[in-house]
């Protein structure tokens, strides 16, 4: 593959998502254009998501990475981010329960922008069960009252923005905290973040790896609380 930059690069960590690999993969070869890369993080899964990877017929703008032990989902995008060569970044999920077609549109959004290098574009998830819509919302009001700035569908997907600001990012969290770190390093910035709607579909395959189940939720729950009042003490 050329060295030279690419318009975008999408970064997608995978873990234990053999069942819908070849489906993601297939939805990533229908929507990306060859100034486009996709990188799939194995973000070391324990089935055989990477062998799958492997196996197939993949174009030279998707590109298989290896991440040996899991040691989080963020840790899985920062290693993706590292790897890549997009003048813009982003990055979204593998269950497909949002579409890369998702992260097009929102590329499409951030490049009508007058100046995109001060803005950052993410989704805004629609068409969720009463209770996961109840819990972001729950989610959103601690965060926002906390970190003292509007805080919505932090874990929403995609998210895009201008990779200048990559070198900014001083210790980013490597779990599920990543997204609200990356959110609320641009409004601490006070630079725009704008959203579009992303019509979540049901995931076809396992568990979601976050908040899936009312326990994973409530583990999610406190992991990001936690985080945002280290956030909060490093404010004070």
Known sequence: MSTSLKVLSIIIPCYNEELSIKKLIKNCVE???DNVEVL??????TDDTYSTIMNLNLPENIIPLRIE??????????VGLKHAKGE???WTHADLQTDVSDVIRGYNLY???LNNKTCVVKGERKN???IDSFFTFSQGVYSSIILRTWLFDINAQPKIFHRTFLEEFKTPPLDFSLDLFLIYFFKSKKIKVKTFPVYFKKR??????GGGTLKGKIILIKRTFSYINRLRKKID
């Open 111 to 113: 490049e009508k922008e």
């Open 69 to 78: 032990k899991n040691i989080g989902y963020g840790n899985g995008i920062l």
């Open 40 to 45: 799939l993080v194995d973000n070391g899964s």
């Open 204 to 209: 076809l395959y396992g568990e979601a790896k």
């Open 128 to 130: 969720r069960n009463i």
């Open 31 to 33: 929507n990306i254009t």
């Open 88 to 90: 813009t970044l982003s």
